[in-house]
């Protein structure tokens, strides 16, 4: 079996699952000031993803752990590359985190209001930037033969880059917003579903664009099917059909996904200096050795590791409402 | 310049990252314990102590996996030729870390969170356990990655490409360094977690607030002081082990650590030196005769390398250029680690035999001290890693890559000063936010996260019927 091959799969796996799950958590938690009328409105909203928020990320730890491990020269290229991004992100990561558990912790509405922004941005940067960075991705980077990246970060900031920044902004948003259809009730539920139901209209033509901008071949052919997907989230999530809703969403969101790996194969990191300077599938991997051991551990975990995380979805399948939240403490 | 700030970078963010990161590991299987003597005795007061210190494990623990997240981006971005070079070996063990250990103790966290008075009491039970485990797991694989940065095993250089290419997991993962560094660090982390339950209960006895929880911090006292106790035994045993280690594979770490300058026969534990590091030698070395020579090699006339010499014979092996790290910290660092760690374990020796058999504290200042030993407890856990990471240099991986051809080509000062200046500011705002809100819920107490009933009737039990998750955010 090519082994490379293999892990380049393993870990577009990872991506995607880390988009459709952490992509509703990001759409959630931006959606604050949107569809939350006062401080009860809003604890639905964050206690509706509490539970699951922190093993939803833990796919992002995984997939960039993964690819230390199976791609060394991609992960240490990508991300010294994409440096301001990444810091951006990851300072909006440390402020999410820390906000959740914190936000419920303080006496004053202030203090609340504070944390509250800080879910806001720690939300929406990321969501806009992990776009700009795959869209970056598949178009390549200004990249010697030492696969040391040379694009400046205004380079970063080009068309193609932020009309997929635009894109994931816009579809977590979406995302986030059947998922609070599907899992809140009262108040929130009705608003989630109007604005789900208003921002197709913003999605679908981003998506459009996109696809028809980046897609050839199979990957075109995955990127028609999140079009249509995401058109039938829209019929469902109008009909009230909300599980139907989300399952399209988060099949729109892994199909985008697939999408941009799909385009990326065979390279990793496109050179846009000299084809010749590209990361490859086949070049930036590691030794048999490394893949067949993380191949083993992989094989044996990751169906334990899915297990469990649908049991804990399946522990927190109700439906949040306002009457489910207690005083605040 | 843009290496030093690299390292800079580095540094704060990994010792910052370092102060949760013990608390978590103790804390996790202490809480868990407080629960598994609840559900095993059904007394009240067990519950109570479960969710206090519950409440402050969750509001450390939260710092400690968002700066655990920059610990993992770190290496790519800041030290792209490092991770290039070692990604087949290192990215293994990291990875396996994530899948392994970061999905239990993430998932399970939420679950045990959430889970009160939804979940069964034995499958709530088994969550926190779960997430102990995770934290527990994941420090082996971490630490089995950095032993390997200081005692290579299990791979080769690859002729072509000039990287390291993993030979052995096995070898990696069983590395003599890696387990004894697992035993040292996971005990000091206990010690630690120990010392913060002590410090904490001895504030609630001294302060004395509400008389009702006095019995439950009186006996959260002696945990605090038994986990210290404990652990101290395993820091003691497995750091004797460590420094055989460190004689065996890092001579010029030990030697920089006792400011040792030549090699010497039955060498003396040095106490308290000033020394000329310019000329390579001690003015004042005042020494225990032969203690050196024990520690390191288990023989008191042994010998032990000096630095002068060590630097020649690495010279002659791997060119011209300073081997020798920064001697004044290594060696004040050493001794820090030693004394503040064992200070605090005496802490606890003393404070198991003034509190024997229900009594308590005499003076104040006892117990002020006991609050004094958890700060002391973190410097000692914090030193031990200066002396672990600066002792290591010049080298990343030694005897293989130097910290200056480690660094990222591509990243330019400006770019390391603007991380390095972000994560400096925002991780002194959230430290002063966490302390706030740690000293906040210890002072509210046990009252505020379970409230006393009214009169002296019989506490009511939980109501299991009422399948609601605790929606605690």
Redesign the interface.
Known sequence: MDLPLVWFLAIAVLWTGYFVLEGFDFGVGALLPVLARDDTDRRVMINSIGPVWDGNEVWLITAVGATFAAFPAWYASMLSGFYLPVLLILLALIGRGVAFEYRGKGDTARWRARWDTVIVLGSAIPAFLWGLIFANLVRGLEMGADHVVTASVFALFNGYAVLGGLLTLSLFLLHGAVFLALKTDGPVRVRARAFAGRSVLVVLPLLVAFVAWTGRGGALAAGVVAVVALVAGAVAIRRGREGWAFTATAVAVGLLSVTIFGTLFPEVLPSTTDPAFSLTIANAASAPYTLTVMSWVALVFLPLVLGYQAWSYWVFRKRVGRDHIPAAH | MALDLARWQFGITTIYHFLFVPLTIGLSVIVASLQTAWHRTGRTEYLRATKFFGKLF??N???G???G??Q??Q????W??Y??F???????P???????A???E??????W???WD??PRRVHLACIWAAAIGTNLSAYFILAANAWMRHPVGFEI?PTTG?A???S?WAVLSNDQAWSTYLHVVSAAFIAAGLFVAAVSAYKLLTRKDEREHELFRRTLRVGFVVTLVAGIVVTVSGDHQAKLMAQYEPMKLAAAEALWDDEHAAGFSIFAVGDIQDGRNHVNVQVPGLLAFLATGDFDGDVQGINDIQERLTAEFGPGSYIPNVGLLYWAFRMMMGLGLAGVAVSVVGLWLTRGGRLFRWDWQYRLVVAALPAALLANIFGWILTEMGRQPWTVVGELLTANSV????SLT?VA??LS??TL?YAV?AV?EFG?LA??VKAGTA?VMPYPENDAAEPDRTDDDR??????
């Open positions: 969750l509001i623990f939260a710092m996996v968002v700066t997240i920059v993992e981006f290496f790519g971005m800041n792209s030729a991770s290039t070692v990604g087949d070996v290192f990215g293994a990291l990875a396996m870390e994530a899948l392994l970061f999905f239990l993430s998932t399970f966290i939420g679950l969170i959430f889970g939804k979940l690859d990287q290419r993993l030979t997991i990222s080509p591509g990243v770019e603007i991380s972000a994560f925002i959230l936010v809100l906040k819920y505020a609601v998750p605790a929606f605690v955010y």
